[in-house]
């Protein structure tokens, strides 16, 4: 038994910061929050100062320092000591700590590195649902907004992926679900427009089909003056040519 009373510790970044043990929710300061942040996103161990000019980059490097420990002090308190691997020099994040995040972009290189083999069934497995969702959408800070950037743009081309993979598949209400999905996140992408209407198409929904055509195109005019590309409008036009030849055969 875990004499600290607390079992495995869980972050969740997706879409916003949660601390969880297997008994409750920690209760984190705001400092505290960004400070496990900072570990989850780095790909290595964090300098101390580094850490502590990212936290408090406004502040003189000594009591940066200063603040860094009584934060980490006060965060061990909150999480029994479980969260944050310190040395004298570096920190990082306990290898026995479970983040979505992490989770998510494993999910990501086996779809990169598997393509649709990675998935099975009918429909994505639960655990893609982390997909749908921003990197803490809430908070507003320079040095985050790479790491927002870039999660947006992996988890699009995912889903995008995925929604192609269905759609081989015939599988019409994943590949609109995951299509719409891609859609919310970034809404100018065309690939994921493409997608769910011929995915409309395929199921015979032809008016749907050119309904969310013209919404999008409606939306790139308001939003960007232009119209988008040639792929979407052949699609239409070769399902309106092969419904004219079926008409004609009758």
């Known amino acids: 038994m875990n004499p600290t009373g607390f079992?495995?510790?869980?972050?969740?970044?997706?879409?916003?910061?949660?601390?969880?043990?297997?008994?409750?929710?920690?209760?984190?300061?705001?400092?505290?929050?960004?400070?496990?942040?900072?570990?989850?996103l780095s790909d290595r161990p964090m300098g101390?100062?580094?850490?502590?000019?990212?936290?408090?980059?406004?502040?003189?490097?000594?009591?940066?320092?200063?603040?860094?420990?009584q934060t980490l002090w006060r965060l061990n308190q909150a999480t029994g000591g479980r969260l944050v691997m310190v040395s004298h020099t570096t920190l990082t994040l306990a290898d026995q700590v479970e983040v979505d995040y992490?989770?998510?972009?494993?999910?990501?290189?086996?779809?990169?590195?598997?393509?649709?083999?990675?998935?099975?069934?009918?429909?994505?497995?639960?655990?893609?649902?982390?997909?749908?969702?921003?990197?803490?959408?809430?908070?507003?800070?320079?040095?985050?907004?790479?790491?927002?950037?870039?999660?947006?743009?992996?988890?699009?081309?995912?889903?995008?992926?995925l929604a192609e993979t269905f759609l081989r598949r015939r599988r019409h209400c994943a590949a609109l679900e995951l299509a719409d999905a891609a859609a919310q996140a970034d809404p100018l992408r065309e690939g994921p427009r493409r997608i769910a209407v011929q995915s409309c198409l395929d199921a015979g929904e032809v008016a749907d089909a050119h309904r969310r055509y013209r919404r999008y195109r409606e939306l790139l005019l308001a939003e960007l003056g232009v119209a988008p590309s040639g792929a979407i409008p052949r699609l239409l036009k070769q399902d309106r040519e092969r419904q004219l030849a079926l008409t004609a055969d009758c």
């Open 7 to 40: 079992g495995t510790v869980h972050i969740s970044l997706l879409p916003g910061f949660v601390c969880r043990t297997d008994q409750r929710v920690a209760d984190l300061s705001d400092i505290q929050q960004r400070l496990v942040a900072a570990l989850v």
């Open 48 to 69: 101390r100062g580094d850490l502590a000019a990212r936290l408090w980059p406004d502040v003189p490097p000594a009591r940066a320092a200063a603040r860094l420990r």
């Open 102 to 161: 992490r989770t998510a972009a494993g999910l990501i290189s086996a779809l990169s590195g598997g393509g649709g083999a990675a998935v099975g069934g009918d429909g994505p497995p639960p655990a893609w649902s982390v997909l749908r969702h921003p990197l803490l959408y809430s908070w507003d800070h320079d040095w985050l907004v790479p790491f927002q950037e870039k999660w947006k743009l992996q988890r699009v081309q995912a889903l995008e992926q």
